[in-house]
């Protein structure tokens, strides 16, 4: 897929003189840094929140309910 993305023009220069140094496109280059990025910044967990409430002594939807009931005042 192709995009466009602003990059300054020091950080430019610098992503050239790697890919020169390298031997691989510029295009490669930024390729690589994306992927090393990704793989090092921590994975969302979209499952962490399942189970909070089960050490708690209410329900959670009659809870839900009562917050939502202030909203109608």
């Known amino acids: 897929m192709r ?10 220069s610098e ?9 691989i496109s510029r295009a490669e280059a930024v390729r ?3 992927t090393e990025y ?3 910044r ?3 967990r979209p499952h962490a929140a399942f189970g909070i409430w089960k050490s708690r ?3 959670p939807l009659a809870y839900e309910d009562a ?3 202030e909203w109608n005042r």
């Open 3 to 12: 995009t466009i993305i602003d990059i300054p023009p020091h950080i430019l």
């Open 15 to 23: 992503i050239d003189a790697l890919a020169k140094k390298e031997k």
């Open 32 to 34: 690589r840094a994306m």
């Open 38 to 40: 990704l793989e090092k």
């Open 42 to 44: 921590p994975r969302s």
């Open 57 to 59: 002594k209410i329900d």
């Open 67 to 69: 917050l939502r009931g």
